[in-house]
Nanobody, 112 residues
Framework: QVQLVESGGGLVQPGGSLRLSCAAS????????VDWFRQAPGKEREFVAR????????FYANFVKGRFTISRDNAKNTVYLQMNSLKPEDTAVYYC?????WGQGTQVTVSS
């Protein structure tokens, strides 16, 4: 089972940007569909974005369209989530998901 490690979270002011990374332990990651989810305190985990194995097809939750961009570098076994125009309601732990595997999550806090 592939292991996933997220990084790049932190504290940012409203309107700011962050780029999250999801690094995988195996090269088979390159043929996997990869999702980003998030979970805010007291709320259920929710889907954020998806990228298919070819990297050309992506899908986003409505609440991030136009602000977040998912991409991948298969040579590095890494998927990215570029987050722009961040809002306080984007505060959550962000998780990477591929097949049966989940990462440990990375905290994103948007606050002034």
């Amino acid at each position: 089972q592939v292991q996933l490690v997220e990084s790049g979270g932190g504290l940012v002011q409203p309107g700011g940007s962050l780029r999250l990374s999801c690094a995988a332990s195996e090269r088979t990651f390159s043929i996997s569909t990869v999702d980003w989810f998030r979970q805010a305190p007291g709320k259920e985990r929710e889907f954020v974005a998806r990228i298919y194995s070819n990297g050309g097809s992506t899908f986003y939750a409505n609440f991030v369209k136009g602000r977040f961009t998912i991409s991948r570098d298969n040579a590095k076994n890494t998927v990215y989530l570029q987050m722009n125009s961040l809002k306080p309601e984007d505060t959550a732990v962000y998780y990477c998901h591929a097949g049966p595997s989940w990462g440990q999550g990375t905290q994103v806090t948007v606050s002034s």
